[in-house]
């Protein structure tokens, strides 16, 4: 109990400061608050030794070939892919190289903005669609995770412009048009992949809605004894992740955590959770 109240008090005083991680950075500490600090066990990976004959590499597949031949290579690549790994990453996907660097920029603009004005877009409202967040459930979640947050709904009910920050408005906008149209040529393939008609996941309201996450992940003194983000599943149909030149991703395969290196101009694609629990409901 007395730890839990410490705790509590901590993560008051964390909150208190409405500067986020960056402002623990900021601030120049030289040792990691402990309401961040997660079991050693939790961040040794179980990778083995020896790797010989096992396949860690995420598969990589490239969308650039269109013809009918090529695009059935790809929809079996898909298909193998979805199947043992629920993880790929997509090259010549149609997303330009300059959208994916300057939506980088801008969020990592915006993070570094003053606090004053990224306190504006607080979670104050339910109705804001777009916040700016240090850990989401922060009194719920145990350890916190070393990263400040944005989020932005941006489909079915896009945001006016001006609800989204200076900072990165053009860029959400152009990035995320592009995203929709590259979600309905993933969804094509995965349907395809199914054996079914190409339109069907659109069909079923699957590129319907979009959500985009922003973090943004501040230097840390003592990273082993933290992450980033904690161990879990993507409440989504898919999820369509775009890494920084640093890395630090990782995937659970065959109950090892496989490193995802970064690959330049590629997009990880993950299959989420409302995905499987749908083709379950569809076609059991």
């Not at 730890?3 to 901590?10: G, P, Q, S, W």
């Not at 400061?17 to 608050?33: C, R, S």
């Not at 606090?115 to 104050?124: A, D, G, H």
Request: proline fraction near 7%.
């Amino acid at each position: 109990m007395t730890e839990e109240i410490d705790r509590v008090n901590e993560l008051t005083d964390f909150i208190s400061t409405k500067t986020g991680v960056k402002g623990l950075v900021d601030a120049e500490i030289t040792e990691v608050p402990r309401i961040f600090h997660v079991p050693s066990s939790i961040l040794s990976n179980n990778r083995p030794s020896d790797i010989t004959g096992l396949n860690l590499t995420v598969p990589i597949i490239d969308l650039g070939d269109r013809n009918t031949s090529a695009r059935n290579v790809v929809v079996s690549k898909i298909k193998d892919a979805a199947e043992k790994w629920g993880f790929f990453q997509v090259i010549n996907h149609g997303v330009p190289l300059t959208v994916l660097e300057e939506i980088k920029e801008s969020v990592r603009r915006f993070h570094e903005e003053d606090p004053e004005v990224k306190n504006q877009y607080f979670p104050t409202d339910m109705n804001k669609r777009f916040v700016y967040n240090n850990n989401f459930n922060l009194y719920h979640s145990s350890p916190m995770n070393w990263r400040d947050s944005f989020t932005c709904y941006i489909a079915p009910d896009p945001p006016n412009p001006e609800e989204i920050p200076v900072a990165c408005r053009s860029a959400v906008i152009e990035y995320t048009k592009h995203v929709m149209e590259l979600g309905a040529v993933l969804f094509q393939l995965l349907s395809e992949a199914l054996g079914l008609d190409s339109e069907i996941l659109k069909r079923m309201d699957c590129l319907k809605g979009l959500f985009m996450i922003c973090h943004y992940y501040p230097p840390c003194p003592q990273p082993d004894l933290t992450l980033g983000i904690s161990k879990h599943t993507d409440n989504s149909f898919l999820t369509l992740l775009l890494q920084d030149q640093i890395g630090g991703l990782q995937v659970l395969h065959e109950d090892y955590w496989v490193d995802v290196p970064p690959v330049p101009g590629a997009l990880v694609v993950n299959i989420g959770d409302f995905m499987q629990v749908s083709l379950v409901d569809a076609f059991s």
